[in-house]
């Protein structure tokens, strides 16, 4: 599924380049001694990019929380999950457009569960899940390094404006959110989606909402 949609934002069947952290094109000005201290801004999502895209080992993980695909599975196995399904939930959410047309009915059927239980896990709502579908439909031009970077800071700054001093704090949750499940850092590792500032604000407010219920 990400292979063919990372087939069709960048030309290929992986993105020509990954996250450029803003940190590896320009350095920093030196610090004003004499100026009053700024208020604190967040790493541009450079810390989101060491997070999903540096080392995945296991030990980078909350080690109470999920951090591989059996801890996410055994995550699902709850009685609400039972009593509201994902194929239902997400019955309305166009997954099949995503899928790789090369599957076998069978194949596309798996995988389209598979991403309906994903949001599921992420505690996303079906009409989220729909707005995240079309953003990626609205992206008609192949992703460049350098669109990769306007999205870093459209990101950072929406961020900053939204929670102030609190924008690392948020974006950290949202990394944290993200890593519990290694197929949606692929995902994100793929697509380069996990950039898009619309999908930095998403995950940031899925990352409080699973935090409340006790699961982050």
Known sequence: MSDE??????GGPTPSAQLVPASSTASAPAPDTTSPPE?????????????????????????????????????????????????RTFASVPVEAWLNPQLSP??????????RETYADMSLRA?????????????????????????QGEAANEAVQRYGAAADEKLALAVKLVRRDPSVV???????????????????????????????
């Open 5 to 10: 949609i990372a087939a069709r934002l960048y």
């Open 39 to 87: 208020a604190p801004q967040p790493k541009s999502l450079d810390d989101i990019a060491h997070g999903l895209y540096g080392p995945k080992s296991v030990d980078q993980a909350p080690v109470d929380k999920p951090a591989n695909r059996e801890a996410v599975l055994k995550m699902r196995d709850t009685p609400e999950r039972r009593m509201y399904p994902a194929e």
């Open 106 to 115: 069978e194949e596309r059927a798996a995988a389209a569960r598979e991403m």
């Open 127 to 151: 009409d989220e899940a729909r707005d995240l579908h079309a953003v990626v439909d609205q992206i008609t031009e192949q992703v460049t390094p350098e669109t990769v970077q306007k999205w």
């Open 186 to 216: 692929d995902f994100l590792e793929k697509t380069g989606l996990g950039n898009h500032p619309r999908f930095v604000s998403k995950f940031i407010e899925l990352a409080e909402r699973e935090r409340a219920k006790g699961r982050l």
